[in-house]
């Protein structure tokens, strides 16, 4: 089946520490997203990549890291810098960027306490 | 600036009837709309999409309707059913198209 994994649904995490979701795509997409949702709000744009090797901030990136090495894959970093990191964290592919429909993994939600 | 609002943030309407969902942009470039359906712990479905050539599109129970003189979106399910009931977005393309922007979201809940 085609489509867009991320692992683990549930994440725990003591604060002080960092921790990477997992994001995989095998729909052969060029673009891949991160956003945040927190409850009862919209999607907001951590990071996005357009191609392999390069990656662009959104519009709340501080306290996160993106890594794009393959084209399968977008690894999220939540670090400690990051205030607020208990959220649903939301991973996204396009074949076009913006100008096509974004096709969303199942999320990952993360608590820190 | 660029932004794409919502008019009502929860909508109840009685199982069988039709719904509406609006949707006000802001920035009168904006040649792509996207409607999307997110139900409870689970990421955002595509729906439907217009492009800004066209004033209606349907879909399966669907119509998103498009009216760039005032800068609103709607999209209108028909027969709505109780599996209908969930959060819809619209999103616009910003960044010179390279990405999407989110409207807050309306949810939709369907009384029996």
């Known amino acids: 089946d085609g489509g867009i994994t991320q692992s683990p649904k549930y994440l725990f995490r003591k604060e002080g520490q960092n921790v990477t979701l997992s994001c995989e795509q095998n729909?052969?997409?060029?673009?891949m997203y991160w956003y945040r949702q927190d409850p009862g709000q919209g999607l907001r744009l951590i990071y996005y990549s357009q191609i392999v090797n390069d990656f662009q901030k959104g519009d709340i990136a501080e306290g996160y890291s993106v890594s794009r090495e393959k084209k399968e894959s977008f690894p999220l970093t939540v670090t400690s810098a990051q205030k607020n990191p208990t959220a649903f964290y939301l991973c996204?592919?396009?074949?076009?960027?913006?100008?096509?429909?974004?096709?969303f993994g199942p999320g990952t939600r993360l608590t820190v306490t | 600036g660029e932004s794409v609002g919502l008019h009502l943030p929860t909508l109840s309407v009685q199982e069988g009837d039709n719904s509406i969902i609006n949707c006000a942009y802001s920035?009168?470039?904006?040649?792509?709309f996207i409607w999307y359906k997110q139900e409870s712990g689970k990421g955002p479905q595509f729906i439907i999409d217009i492009r800004s050539n066209m004033d209606k599109r349907q879909g399966q129970r669907v119509t998103v309707l498009l009216n760039k003189t005032v800068k609103h979106l709607s999209l209108q399910i028909a027969a709505t059913q109780p599996g209908d009931s969930a959060v819809y977005f619209c999103a616009e393309p910003t960044g010179g198209g390279n990405k999407l922007t989110f409207g807050t979201g309306t949810q939709l809940k369907v009384e029996l």
């Open positions: 996204a592919s396009s074949s076009t960027g913006g100008r096509s429909g974004q096709y």
């Open positions: 729909l052969n997409h060029d673009a």
């Open positions: 920035n009168s470039a904006s040649d792509y």
